[in-house]
């Protein structure tokens, strides 16, 4: 169960990924298909895997955590689709941050979180261009529900409920997984840790949807 550190993600050519033809539905901005957006995810998890692997598998799991949400939350399919799309991309603005603050193993300055903290804002300007929705909800993926977040400070019901869905998604990955600067929590750990920030971190109607459906996200975090 405990996953290698997701926190290697070294900056890469970026403009060349953009350019890249796989990515043309983007940067056309034709009708986005299912299909297309299958592409587009293909294309990017291939890209982040060249950059850092772990970090690849990071968001391919919290896609799949947010999915399982998303159902017990009885969001539409397309609500699910756009869900899968931004919870693949919300690290994707990592590739701006200084690869040294990203591998350092121990605990982070305050500059060096202020920079991490950036990657929110990094991933919204490079795909606001193409797709505003996905990129809010990529901005927002760190808001927490009592306005203690970043970038913005948003609380409550003012954070897009697919960013508080891929919150509570990402926290989970993250704490079932090992850091440059700490092992990774217990399975019972990780469900302490969410009920504790029921409605300061989290939505706590996303937190009783994750208890609800714990086992289907256990089984899916072991079956990677």
């Not at 909800?137 to 019901?157: A, K």
């Not at 509570?168 to 440059?180: E, L, Y």
Request: one cysteine or more; hydrophobic letters at 40%; aromatic letters at 8%.
């Amino acid at each position: 169960m405990k996953r290698k550190a997701a926190c290697r993600f070294s900056p890469g050519n970026h403009a060349a990924f953009f350019a890249a033809p796989k990515f043309a539905y983007y940067i056309c901005k034709k009708e986005k298909t299912k299909e297309g957006v299958n592409m587009m995810n293909e294309y990017i998890s291939e890209m982040v895997a060249q950059e850092d692997k772990s970090t690849a598998e990071h968001s391919g799991r919290v896609a799949k955590i947010a999915d399982i949400l998303g159902r017990a939350l009885s969001l539409s399919e397309s609500e699910l689709l756009t869900l899968d799309e931004a919870a693949k991309l919300h690290d994707v603005g990592k590739i701006k941050v200084d690869v040294k603050i990203l591998q350092k193993p121990a605990r982070l300055t305050d500059e060096e979180f202020a920079e991490i903290k950036k990657h929110t804002v990094y991933g919204f300007a490079m795909i606001s261009p193409e797709d505003d929705m996905i990129a809010g909800l990529i901005l927002s993926h760190h808001e927490r529900w009592d306005g203690s977040g970043y970038p913005n400070g948003l609380s409550g019901c003012n954070i897009p409920y697919l960013s508080r869905v891929i919150a509570v998604a990402d926290s989970i990955d993250a704490m079932m997984s090992d850091r440059c600067y700490r092992k990774a929590l217990s399975w019972n750990q990780c469900l302490e840790e969410l009920d504790k920030n029921r409605s300061k971190m989290y939505d706590p109607k996303i937190v009783d949807a994750a208890f609800i459906c714990q086992a289907m996200i256990f089984n899916a975090l072991c079956a990677d």
